[in-house]
Nanobody, 124 residues
């Protein structure tokens, strides 16, 4: 069992930065792949970025590539999403997700554990 708690969301102007954090409980967190998804009003959750259990491989949606960076600290049971050059279209609720299986990292249905979400609002 893993419990995830996101933090770091808020209101920022376009061009600004935010750093989201995902704190995980559970001593086996280092064996979990982790991803960030975001949800716009009335839509499903969309893949943003993902990282493998060792932190050696990371993946990004094309719309955030070059602006967002995912990282993890397995000793601290933390995963971060550094978001730079934010745009109003990045406004969404951001969720951290984790799973121990070898599923497709970009597919939300392959994740068993989810945080409660954190709101990110980018003003123009």
């Amino acid at each position: 069992q893993v419990q995830l708690v996101e933090s770091g969301g808020g209101l920022v102007q376009a061009g600004g930065s935010l750093r989201l954090s995902c704190a995980a409980s559970g001593h086996t967190f280092s064996r979990y792949r982790v991803a960030w998804f975001r949800q716009f009003p009335g839509t499903d959750r969309w893949f943003v970025a993902g990282i493998d259990w060792r932190g050696t491989s990371s993946y990004y949606d094309d719309v955030v590539k070059g602006r967002f960076t995912i990282s993890r600290d397995n000793e601290e049971n933390m995963v971060h999403l550094q978001m730079d050059s934010l745009k109003p279209e990045d406004t969404a609720v951001y969720y951290c997700a984790a799973d121990s299986s070898r599923g497709y990292i970009r597919d939300a249905s392959t994740y068993a554990y989810w945080g409660q979400g954190t709101q990110v609002t980018v003003s123009s």
